[in-house]
């Protein structure tokens, strides 16, 4: 998947409307058509992360050296913070630590809503207790 069809299929597993441009997603929400459209980029911004977690129900989990986030039945993603050495570059404002997290979450809802699509918690076979 390139970097515009991971944040179209995040965007679907947190529920949103996507309007797919040559390069930018826009969103807005699925319920509400009189809703204005908004630039959506989960992989470059933290607030869209933060929300595209809390929509997906993506779990994170910080450790020292990598950043994993899981949700659902088997996605899961991990990635490191490169270039991290006290000595040599000092992560003051933790850009790396910031830039793993919200990579590891628009991934991990891009595997959720390519596989499951918008409200995947409604629709697993393994989640749902009438099965």
């Known amino acids: 998947m390139n970097e515009l069809d991971i944040i179209h299929y995040a965007a679907r597993a ?5 309007r797919r441009y040559h390069e930018a997603i826009h969103v807005r929400p699925r319920h509400d058509a009189t809703a204005p459209w908004r630039p959506f980029n989960p992989l470059k911004r933290d607030s869209d992360s ?3 977690a809390a ?6 989990s910080h450790h020292d050296e990598y950043v994993a986030a899981m949700a ?3 996605a899961m993603r991990i990635f490191t ?3 991290i050495d006290v000595d040599k570059l000092p992560d003051l404002d933790c850009a790396e630590r910031r830039r793993a997290t919200r990579r590891a979450i628009a991934e991990c809802a891009a595997l959720i809503g ?11 076979p393994l989640l749902r207790r009438d099965a």
């Open 14 to 18: 947190a529920n949103l409307e996507t």
């Open 50 to 52: 933060q929300k595209l």
């Open 55 to 60: 929509a997906a129900r993506v779990d994170v």
């Open 72 to 74: 659902g039945v088997g």
């Open 81 to 83: 913070h490169k270039d």
């Open 114 to 124: 390519r596989d499951f699509g918008p409200l995947w918690w409604r629709k697993s």
